[in-house]
């Protein structure tokens, strides 16, 4: 028998499904580099990983040597978790914000909190809002967290994207493409505001945030209904200029419990892990989101819970200082380079303040898949001076173009086929500056040609 995967008849697939069935091109992009990327010669400056430097991996063991040799303290962790999470790693967190006051939380405001662990990441968390709302339009900023974006697509909502500004996205710009929405606006599921944004690291101020959090409450009045906002803050413990305000929690002024913040460990400690939880007003939603991660399995796997417990009680700060400061470091070479090595091409550069990306507009040099400046860096050209030959390929480089970070509908559409997201999380300084020269070549390429 031929494949069995490609017999002719259809499945009864849900709208979900069949928009699944195409991988997307993040996805596509993460198998890649799964699967044929050449440690030691190609350059990943485009998936997301973490520096593998910062992963405290002589702790992690010690995390789980402590918590294996005491089950008095940390309770059957090798057992099933519950579905909203590990008691241990709930009263970490609260200790860890309170004691640092992490967006100016104190006990009193943390004591008004419920938080919720999710079962993979803070990606679950969003996943399961995905799933619990009904599909509706979701307003973010332009660009926009692609990943999140496009399974709420798949999941039947309608994204609706706002140009976001230096210092965030603004309440203003918001209502404008809300009245805008006229009669759709009934639609309207809820506000995701990633802090730190995702792909261009702009860092949303904190009176932007508050005009968000005002601007939710007004829609609700006048929809009847809540709209809840949602704060990712995937990289706000990674603002690693000393420059920027230090964010303030939108839990402080959240009178009507609209605000939601999701916070993942990931970045900080080890994508591995997979911890990521959501903190917000007791009530129906967190209900329903502790549901949801019954129903896939419960919270994340308890022995990484008790050892994110055990690293938050023992070894946060350490942490935190080491992680950012070398990010710190890199973000300062880094945008040095990209100055030098790109300037002449070089339009607008943002982020490198906090999280580990920087956001580049080119003058002139398309960066989507088919444009020369791409085929030059993924060794796609057709000549063999540029690429090499097959079984010896010049290095590539990967990055990710703003064509998949700016909605195709949005206004911001034309110019992201001119950006790209260049990460100094995981390659080191040398190596980031060689794939800068790639570009610079690259880009001289396109001109040329
Ligand atoms: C904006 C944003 N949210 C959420 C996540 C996912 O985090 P986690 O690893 O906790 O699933 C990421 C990871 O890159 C991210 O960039």
């Given at each position: 028998?031929?494949?069995?995967?490609?017999?002719?008849?259809s499945?009864?697939f849900?709208?979900y499904?069949l928009?699944?069935?195409?991988?997307?091109?993040?996805?596509?992009?993460?198998?890649?580099?799964?699967?044929?990327?050449?440690?030691g010669?190609?350059?990943?400056?485009?998936?997301g990983?973490?520096?593998?430097?910062?992963?405290?991996?002589a702790?992690?063991?010690?995390?789980?040597?402590?918590v294996?040799a005491?089950p008095?303290?940390?309770?059957?962790?090798f057992n099933y978790?519950g579905?909203h999470?590990?008691?241990?790693?709930?009263?970490?967190?609260?200790?860890?914000y309170?004691?640092?006051?992490i967006?100016g939380?104190?006990?009193d405001?943390?004591?008004r909190?419920?938080?919720?662990?999710g079962p993979s990441?803070a990606t679950?968390?969003?996943?399961?809002l995905?799933?619990?709302?009904?599909?509706?339009?979701?307003i973010?900023a332009?660009?926009?967290?692609?990943?999140?974006?496009?399974q709420?697509?798949?999941?039947?909502?309608r994204?609706?994207?706002?140009?976001?500004?230096?210092?965030g996205l603004?309440?203003?710009?918001?209502?404008?493409?809300?009245?805008?929405?006229?009669?759709?606006?009934?639609?309207?599921?809820?506000?995701?505001?990633?802090?730190?944004?995702n792909p261009?690291g702009?860092?949303?101020?904190?009176?932007r945030?508050r005009?968000?959090?005002?601007?939710?409450e007004?829609w609700?009045?006048m929809?009847?209904?809540n709209?809840?906002?949602?704060?990712?803050?995937?990289?706000?413990w990674?603002?690693?200029?000393?420059?920027?305000e230090?964010?303030?929690?939108?839990?402080?002024n959240?009178?009507?419990?609209?605000?939601?913040?999701?916070?993942?460990l990931?970045?900080?400690?080890?994508?591995?892990?997979r911890?990521?939880?959501i903190?917000?007003?007791?009530?129906?939603?967190?209900s329903a989101?502790?549901?949801k991660?019954?129903?896939?399995?419960?919270?994340?796997?308890l022995?990484?819970?008790?050892?994110?417990a055990?690293?938050?009680?023992?070894?946060?700060?350490?942490?935190?200082?080491?992680?950012?400061?070398?990010?710190?470091?890199?973000?300062g070479?880094?945008?040095?380079?990209?100055?030098?090595t790109?300037?002449?091409?070089?339009?607008?550069?943002?982020?490198?303040?906090g999280g580990f990306?920087?956001?580049?507009?080119?003058?002139?040099?398309?960066?989507?898949?088919?444009?020369?400046?791409?085929?030059?860096?993924?060794?796609?050209?057709?000549?063999?001076?540029?690429d090499?030959?097959?079984?010896k390929?010049?290095?590539?480089v990967?990055?990710?173009p703003?064509?998949?970070?700016?909605h195709?509908?949005g206004n911001?559409a034309?110019?992201?086929?001119r950006q790209l997201?260049?990460?100094?999380?995981?390659?080191?300084?040398d190596?980031i500056?060689?794939?800068?020269?790639y570009?610079?070549?690259?880009?001289?390429?396109?001109?040329?040609?």
């Amino acid at each position: 028998m031929k494949n069995c995967g490609e017999m002719r008849m259809s499945y009864r697939f849900s709208k979900y499904g069949l928009a699944s069935v195409t991988p997307s091109p993040v996805n596509r992009m993460m198998a890649s580099f799964a699967t044929d990327f050449r440690d030691g010669v190609d350059i990943n400056l485009g998936v997301g990983y973490v520096n593998e430097k910062t992963i405290p991996d002589a702790l992690l063991l010690q995390a789980m040597n402590e918590v294996a040799a005491h089950p008095e303290d940390y309770r059957q962790a090798f057992n099933y978790g519950g579905p909203h999470g590990s008691p241990n790693l709930i009263r970490a967190l609260r200790r860890f914000y309170v004691k640092h006051h992490i967006g100016g939380v104190d006990s009193d405001c943390m004591s008004r909190q419920e938080i919720v662990i999710g079962p993979s990441g803070a990606t679950s968390i969003l996943d399961a809002l995905a799933e619990l709302f009904e599909p509706g339009i979701v307003i973010t900023a332009d660009p926009m967290y692609y990943i999140y974006c496009n399974q709420l697509e798949r999941k039947g909502f309608r994204v609706v994207t706002v140009p976001e500004e230096a210092d965030g996205l603004h309440a203003e710009r918001v209502e404008e493409r809300l009245e805008e929405l006229g009669d759709a606006v009934k639609e309207l599921a809820f506000l995701y505001v990633v802090t730190v944004n995702n792909p261009s690291g702009v860092i949303l101020s904190n009176a932007r945030k508050r005009a968000l959090v005002a601007l939710a409450e007004k829609w609700s009045d006048m929809l009847g209904r809540n709209i809840p906002i949602f704060f990712d803050q995937a990289y706000e413990w990674l603002i690693h200029d000393p420059a920027v305000e230090p964010p303030e929690s939108a839990l402080l002024n959240n009178a009507r419990g609209l605000a939601c913040e999701i916070g993942t460990l990931s970045k900080v400690l080890a994508p591995a892990l997979r911890i990521g939880f959501i903190m917000g007003a007791p009530g129906a939603l967190m209900s329903a989101i502790a549901q949801k991660t019954s129903d896939v399995g419960f919270s994340a796997p308890l022995l990484n819970q008790e050892m994110a417990a055990y690293m938050l009680e023992h070894h946060i700060e350490g942490q935190l200082r080491r992680v950012n400061e070398g990010y710190r470091v890199k973000a300062g070479a880094v945008g040095d380079a990209i100055d030098e090595t790109l300037g002449t091409w070089l339009e607008k550069r943002r982020g490198g303040k906090g999280g580990f990306y920087y956001y580049l507009t080119l003058r002139d040099i398309r960066t989507d898949t088919q444009s020369p400046f791409f085929r030059f860096l993924s060794r796609n050209t057709g000549n063999a001076d540029i690429d090499g030959t097959a079984s010896k390929l010049r290095p590539r480089v990967v990055y990710l173009p703003g064509e998949f970070c700016v909605h195709p509908a949005g206004n911001a559409a034309k110019e992201g086929k001119r950006q790209l997201r260049l990460s100094y999380g995981f390659e080191e300084i040398d190596v980031i500056v060689r794939a800068l020269e790639y570009m610079r070549e690259a880009a001289a390429y396109a001109q040329s040609v």
